[in-house]
């Protein structure tokens, strides 16, 4: 019975926002579909047990779920205007951008409207498309769940209220609707990263990988999935035995997944030849060159700091300026990275990572850094960051 419940745990986590997503368009809300789906998973619950894991159980969940709704139209005598929706079949290939069907897809940009919030289409797509429970969003985004549950309620209501349609946007509007579902997946992965949480990345990834299916004509997509592949290929080794962080110089390179390494870059090479240029391409391009590398002091500093131009070119973020710094400091010298970093501790002046680099940079030259290092801890986040700032203190 716990296998059973292993199984099907899995098989929701990966496959509730499709069966969702093509009951969405069958039911006309959000709260339909879950309920159908929801009322789909007891069943297999009651189920499964005597006869069995069906040998296709994405399927037999969507099949139930459609019965489901079938059985609540009829009880609320519409059955007639619902029966021919409830036996649509879509097709499963999308075309172009203006033809494409796919239910997960319609429903991820539904997730990710600009009439949302960010932080409400972050909670809202972990929820419906990822398949986590409201104290698990809360949990890795440090809320409570009465507050990740009140934002995800609000954005189904926005929803219903200003008639966001189930669809994908037409090409006029996709670059700003696409940036915006590459910025929640983005976000989701970076958290996941920043926390070592490997359920987070793993789910960034399968968004990712759901977006170059489907929109296998846009290299952003591509870009994304190259740079949380090359990330998620490394995270067997981010800690040592003790759970502490590792630099990316200490890491055992020998224990980094080549078979991911390859997805991320088959995903590159793929943006490349569409002609992608833009944000999460270049931070691909930056990623591949650590990731590729054979050892640490095999790094190609002199690519890294052009990627970094590139990037800053796109986004002026002071973080990107302070990673910048750090491929400066390794290609010229720290006197020229410090330097780099004069206009920086202003907008940075709660992030500890910036006084953790100016320690180092200090460190290299010969000063006496602990008090950047002291403000670095300070400011740092977890206990994890913590640990690393005392090693280097």
């Known amino acids: 019975m716990e296998e059973l419940n292993r199984t099907l745990e899995e098989v929701v986590r990966r496959e509730k926002g499709r ?20 009322e789909a998973v007891l069943s297999a619950l009651a189920t499964w047990p005597k006869s069995g894991t069906p040998a296709n159980p994405a399927a037999w969940l969507t099949t139930t779920a459609r019965n489901q709704a079938r059985d609540a139209a009829r009880h609320r005598r519409v059955v007639e205007t619902k029966a021919p929706l409830l036996v649509e079949n879509e097709p499963m290939t999308p075309g172009t951008i203006e033809s494409v069907s796919d239910g997960e897809l319609r429903l991820i940009f539904t997730c990710c ?10 909670a809202l797509t972990l929820k419906i498309i990822g398949g986590l429970t409201t104290d698990e969003i809360a949990r890795a985004f440090l809320s409570n769940e009465k507050t990740i549950a009140q934002r995800i309620t609000r954005a189904k209501q926005t929803i219903e209220d200003k008639h966001v349609p189930y669809e994908v946007p037409g090409r006029a509007e996709l670059p700003e609707r696409l940036a915006s579902v590459l910025a929640v997946i983005y976000l989701i992965f970076t958290e996941g990263h920043a926390n070592l949480r490997i359920d987070l ?17 846009e290299p952003e997509p591509f870009g994304l999935f190259a740079l949380i592949a090359f990330s998620y290929a490394r995270i067997a080794t981010r800690t040592d035995a003790n759970g502490d962080l590792l630099l990316l110089s200490q890491q055992d390179r020998s224990r980094w997944d080549l078979a991911m390494i390859k997805e991320g870059l088959f995903a590159l090479e793929r943006a490349r030849r569409l002609g992608g240029h833009e944000t999460y391409v270049v931070q691909a391009e930056l990623a591949a060159c650590h990731t590729t590398a054979a050892s640490w002091d095999e790094t190609d500093w002199r690519a890294i700091l052009r990627h970094y131009d590139a990037l800053l070119a796109l986004n002026a973020s002071p973080v990107v300026a302070l990673n910048r710094a750090v491929a400066l400091c390794m290609h010229v010298g720290p006197r020229e990275a410090l330097a780099a970093l004069a206009e920086l501790e202003a907008p940075l002046a709660r992030y500890h990572l910036f006084y953790a680099m100016r320690a180092d940079f200090r460190r ?23 640990n690393f700032l005392r090693k280097q203190m």
């Open 364 to 386: 290299r030259l010969g000063e006496d850094a602990r008090d950047d290092y002291a403000r670095a801890l300070d400011l740092a986040p977890s206990e994890s960051d913590r």
């Open 19 to 38: 069966v969702v997503g093509g009951l969405v368009r069958l039911l006309g809300t959000l709260d339909a579909a879950e309920e159908a789906f929801a």
């Open 113 to 122: 409207h600009p009439a949302l919030t960010l932080e409400s289409q972050v």
């Open 201 to 217: 990345q793993r789910e960034a990834l399968r968004l990712s990988h759901v977006l170059c299916d489907l929109l296998p004509s």
